[in-house]
């Protein structure tokens, strides 16, 4: 951002480069002004149309854009500082002054590095703020990329003025905006915006995106109000807030990504979203952010199907045990509950009612529910009747069909764990979905499965028909049979300093770090078991060619030599096992995401012309699923393959090795 600052007779003068809009935003907006820059009500006037209108106006004066121009006897101080448990972290304070030097609003705001912790970009990002960890859950990837739903979805991509651009740089997030009252309404909040944006881009000249979550922020005097309120009152009060607070941003050119409840903001001028007018923005529906049922809604279930709120908050306040929990369900019936009641609604109810197609508050049909709640007898029998059709096309308020909804709700519970306020990452325990889960699945997608390999993609999540085993995407079985490849070329002990035999074992120890450690002490003596090892490489390589899972079963079947140097090696105690981990080590030493990004360098070509898929990049997903096939237990040298100790750790180091048994033992501590 680019700003003037002018000295006026002791004041600031302000003159907003990067805060350009469409000077008919300002106009539009007729909310942002009512409120307090944190989307905090303002009550010191008699807030009616007319008085918005006319402030609106006043705001705007002598031509400026955000009636921030000449605003005398106030000053900008804050301070800016790093986490030294937290590199990648920097923290930037905005004070706003009056003329007597007393505080009058404040900014709090975060530049975030992601270059650093793509590998663990969720768990690092739970741990500095709730902001934080929503953000990185929402809006991004495991890996800190924008999530493909949000740009490429026919709903989910809103106005589509948001894309892969998001994946890469430093991002801003502004955290909270709060004047005081009595200085609201009066362009500090804007002024506010402007300073943090200008500290961050001294601070960091690459920086392009900012982020806001535009919310009523619950100061004191907004939570004052609503503590005597009906339920009903305060809930309308604070969707007034969050829309006019969401006016604030967009004010300042802020747009809304995809369809979530994040927005963004960039300098650059030939971003699509800059000539997005606030009114061309995606309006997500206020109807998400309060309950999907109402307490009288016969259609498309009724009270007596649905989980209170009480239920709610009983079974997330139950200890979290030494097991991910199941997943909570919507409804309180049972699938054959659910099925009885649906069965005698038929009974008095014709298919051809408009009743079968009624929605929820949040847009969803009957078919959307049993399918999240995987009742898959209910599901079964609405697939049957007439109206199915109809049913499995209409999108709820997130613009899902059923199937979709089903799959964001399993995406969901990959991904993460909540655990009260503390958002767990998973993704690398996953074993796929449950039964009841997977027929869901294959009853909307109308699979009838003629292989268990087709079974299994649909379990693992595979979105591009084609992983090897179901989980083992086109991507990362590439990256490793490259590594097969190259070490079954680099490792051969026919050349140089190799052929002493302490030495070869000596240099290639971190490939050697699975093969047990007196059949490597037999290998440093023997020539023939260096040579089987070796030439394992190449196999495991031919086998994941072949689309064949590198199994000790899959592996042998393509070897055919003489002498038997692999069959040595094997009857000695070596294992096909411990060349395929050692492919994986050195696989995720090169991914992009993971470590130095060479094999992306070296096979940028080949690997384009490969399908993409969900289980890309999820090399410790697809490694658990490997030793499961090949009956290992455990991974305690799994720690060797990341990329150094993760900073800033603490309670979440144990996570991320542990799972979930590891959260409970650091609690305990």
């Known amino acids: 951002m680019d ?49 918005i209108e006319d ?62 912790i793509r590998h663990y970009f969720y768990t690092e990002l739970e741990e500095p703020s709730a902001d934080t960890a929503a953000l990185a859950f929402d809006v991004f990837d495991r890996w800190g990329c924008l999530k493909a739903e949000l740009y490429q979805h026919s709903v989910k991509k809103g106005t589509g003025a948001w894309g892969p651009e998001l994946d890469e740089g430093r991002l801003l997030l502004i955290e909270t905006i709060r004047i005081d ?10 002024a506010l915006v402007d300073q943090v944006w200008e500290r961050a881009c001294s601070a960091y000249p690459d920086l392009q995106y900012a982020f806001a979550w535009p919310i009523c922020l619950n100061d004191d005097d907004i939570a004052e109000k609503m503590k005597d309120m009906a339920l009903n009152e305060s809930k309308l009060l604070y969707q007034e807030l969050c829309l006019a607070a969401q006016d604030f941003f967009k004010a300042l050119g802020f747009r809304r990504i995809g369809s979530s409840r994040w927005y963004a903001r960039t300098d650059d001028p030939a971003h699509p979203s800059r000539s997005l007018a606030s009114s061309d923005d995606y309006k997500r529906p206020t109807a ?77 049909t009957i078919m959307h529910i049993v399918a999240m709640d995987c009742q898959v007898g209910s599901l079964n029998w609405l697939l049957d009747q007439s109206f199915a059709l109809d049913l499995k096309g209409m999108r709820n308020l997130e613009g899902e069909t059923p199937l979709e909804a089903l799959e964001a709700s399993l995406e969901a519970h990959r991904i993460k764990l909540r655990y009260r306020m503390l958002t767990v990452p998973i993704s690398d325990k996953y074993d796929g979905v449950r039964n009841e889960e997977l027929l869901c699945l294959l009853k909307l997608k109308g699979i009838k499965p003629t292989s268990p390999l087709q079974v299994d993609r649909v379990r693992f999540g595979c979105t591009c028909g084609d992983c090897i085993g179901g989980f083992l995407s086109p991507r990362v079985a590439f990256a490793l049979e490259c590594q097969g490849d190259i070490h079954v070329q680099m490792m051969d002990i026919e050349y140089g300093d190799h052929q002493d035999g302490a030495a070869w074992c000596e240099h290639w120890e971190e490939q050697l770090v699975y093969v047990r450690p007196d059949v490597v002490v037999n290998m440093s003596t023997n020539k023939n078991y260096r040579q089987g090892f070796c030439h394992l490489f190449g196999y495991v390589a031919d086998c994941l060619r072949a689309k064949r899972v590198p199994t000790t079963t ?10 038997p140097v692999v069959s040595n090696y094997i009857k000695r105690g070596g294992t096909v096992a411990a060349v395929v981990l050692a492919c994986y080590d050195t696989a995720i030493e090169q991914d992009k995401n993971l470590g130095d990004g ?54 979440m180091s144990a996570i991320r090795y542990a799972g979930v048994s590891g959260l409970l033992c650091a609690l305990d501590e």
């Open 554 to 563: 899959n592996v042998m079947n393509f070897v055919s030599e003489f002498p």
């Open 598 to 651: 060479s094999h992306e360098d070296l096979s940028s070509e080949d690997i384009e012309k490969l399908p993409r898929c969900r289980n890309d990049g999820e090399f410790a997903f697809s490694r658990r699923q490997y030793r499961r096939l090949e009956g290992l237990k455990g991974d305690p040298t799994y720690e060797r393959s990341t990329p150094g100790p993760m900073t800033g750790a603490r309670l």
């Open 288 to 364: 998400l952010d309060s309950a999907p049922y109402q307490e009288d809604q016969k259609y498309p279930y009724d009270a007596s199907m649905v989980k209170g709120e009480d239920e709610q908050a009983s079974y997330d306040s139950k200890p979290l045990g030494h097991q991910i929990p199941p997943r909570t369900t919507i409804l309180r019936t049972d699938d054959k509950n659910t099925l009885e009641i649906l069965k005698a609604r038929s009974a008095v109810c014709p298919f051809d009612d408009p009743a079968w197609k009624a929605t929820d508050n949040h847009g969803n």
């Open 55 to 116: 402030y609106t106006e006043d705001a705007i004066q002598d031509g400026t854009e955000d009636g921030i121009e000449n605003v005398p006897g106030f000053d900008d101080e804050g301070s800016d500082f790093e986490d030294d448990d937290l590199p990648w972290l920097k923290t930037f304070n905005v004070e706003r002054k009056d003329s007597n030097g007393a505080i009058i609003g404040r900014c709090h705001a975060k530049v975030i590095d992601r270059s650093p």
């Open 181 to 190: 009252e009595g200085y609201r309404r009066q362009g500090h909040g804007r």
């Open 3 to 51: 700003m003037d600052l002018a000295s006026n007779n002791g004041s600031l003068s302000y003159k907003r480069k990067w805060s350009e809009t469409d000077p008919q935003d300002n106009k539009r907006n007729k909310k942002v002004d009512d409120v307090g820059s944190d989307g905090t009500e303002d009550d010191t006037e008699d807030d009616t149309e007319d008085d």
